[in-house]
């Protein structure tokens, strides 16, 4: 049986008339800068992250770039990252002029160590931009407070993470600002690129909003130098059919998270720790393990994705080697990127898909 590590197919069947009456009532009008679903969609996301404030825009990775500018964050600043996250947390903080200064992961979850924060700060440190990786949670209460005691600016990464909460709260709205992505694979994907900015700070949603496009404030006045980082009216028109069922569809991603961590409960295998106050939005799912590349190629014989998030902590990227950065050693994340493989996890996957994958990682370890 065939079980790819995502299923973007299966995922638009069910709003497939739902997602073509909308194209065509779009297309029909001809309403497509910043229309309607935009504008719909911007406040019903908003509402779903608890946030006052919502910014559609073309994606994750424009989103972070509105986000550190709305908040101030340029040249000579320095912001606190975490060494292990998609690139496109790095390019963010690199775009806007600033350094990203490395802290490691801690071992539980692979999230931005909250003890080794102090160590990384400086009188340049203007922010913090925690990632929310996988889908779970950072720590936010210590950052928040050392971002408090210091008047940092608290950006949370939230592209791995629509639905996930934190002690209660949506992740999203903990930190000054948050950044989405709707990249096609993410638990709420476009069919084309899109992100978001989501914030319940009034100036930061204006500025953000200024910046998504040109800086207007009428027709033919600029306010700022800003960007075209417009969402598209069609994307809109998808997002909003699925984030309809992005609960389920994360209630569903919880209940696979559960029967892999009994299913594949080995010896040879590291799960990530579940927290009863970090709600994962189960984003990927990776297990570590010591054969790492060779369980990959067995799963692959017998027909089952997987794919590695990530590979190399993001200092050792060879793009940095061009770019100011500060990074001390990273054991935490450096041994993660030897051992993490993401194995199938999707609202879509069925019965017997999912016996499918535990069956195949099983018997790699128990032939
Ligand atoms: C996907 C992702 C981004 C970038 O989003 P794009 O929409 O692809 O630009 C940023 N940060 C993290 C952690 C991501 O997973």
């Known amino acids: 049986m065939k079980v ?21 009532a779009s297309l029909e009008q001809m309403q497509l800068f910043l229309g309607p679903n935009v504008t719909a969609f911007e406040r019903e996301f908003a509402s779903f992250c608890e946030c006052r404030h919502g910014i559609g825009v073309s994606s994750g990775t424009d989103a972070l770039v509105c986000a550190l500018k709305a908040c101030g964050v340029g040249a000579g600043d320095e912001v606190i990252v975490p060494s292990l996250t998609f690139f496109a947390t790095i390019e963010a903080v690199i775009h806007v002029g600033a350094t990203p200064v490395f802290v490691d992961v801690e071992p539980e979850r692979l999230s931005l160590n909250v003890d080794e924060i102090s160590a990384a700060l400086s009188p340049a440190t203007a922010a913090i931009v925690p990632v929310h990786l996988y889908g779970f949670p950072a720590d936010m209460d210590p950052i928040l407070e050392i971002a ?16 996930a909460r934190y002690k209660g709260r949506r992740c999203g709205s903990i930190g000054d600002v948050a950044c989405f992505s709707f990249y096609f694979t993410k638990n709420l994907g476009a069919v084309g690129e899109g992100g978001f900015v989501a914030t319940s700070k009034p100036e930061i ?7 998504r496009d040109h800086g207007h404030t009428s027709k033919y006045e600029h306010a700022l130098v800003g960007y075209n980082f417009r969402l598209d009216e069609l994307q809109a ?5 699925k984030l309809e069922r992005l609960e389920d569809g994360n209630l569903r991603r919880n209940a ?5 961590r009994s299913r594949l409960d080995l010896p040879e295998i590291t799960h990530l720790a579940p927290h009863d106050d970090f ?13 790492r590349d060779a ?3 067995h799963l692959e014989r017998a027909g089952i994705g ?25 054991p935490v994340a450096e041994a993660a990127c030897k051992e993490l493989l993401s194995i199938p996890i999707y609202p879509e996957l069925s019965e017997e898909q999912l016996a499918a994958v535990i069956d195949a990682v099983t018997s790699f370890f128990e032939p």
Not at 6 to 24: K, S, W, Y
């Open 295 to 297: 369980l990959r190629a």
């Open 279 to 291: 709600e994962s939005a189960y984003h990927l799912y990776p297990i570590r393990v010591r054969e």
């Open 4 to 24: 790819p590590l995502v299923d973007l197919r299966a995922a638009f069947e069910p709003i497939r008339d739902q997602v073509m009456r909308g194209f065509d």
């Open 256 to 260: 696979i998270a559960q029967i892999y």
């Open 237 to 241: 028109v998808v997002l909003r059919a």
């Open 148 to 163: 408090g005691d210091l008047d940092l600016r608290v950006i949370e990464d939230a592209a791995q993470a629509h639905g």
């Open 205 to 211: 949603a204006e500025h953000a909003r200024l910046l």
């Open 306 to 330: 997987s794919g590695i998030h990530y590979p190399v902590p993001a200092q050792r990227q060879p793009a940095l080697q061009a770019h100011t950065h500060r990074a001390g050693d990273m």
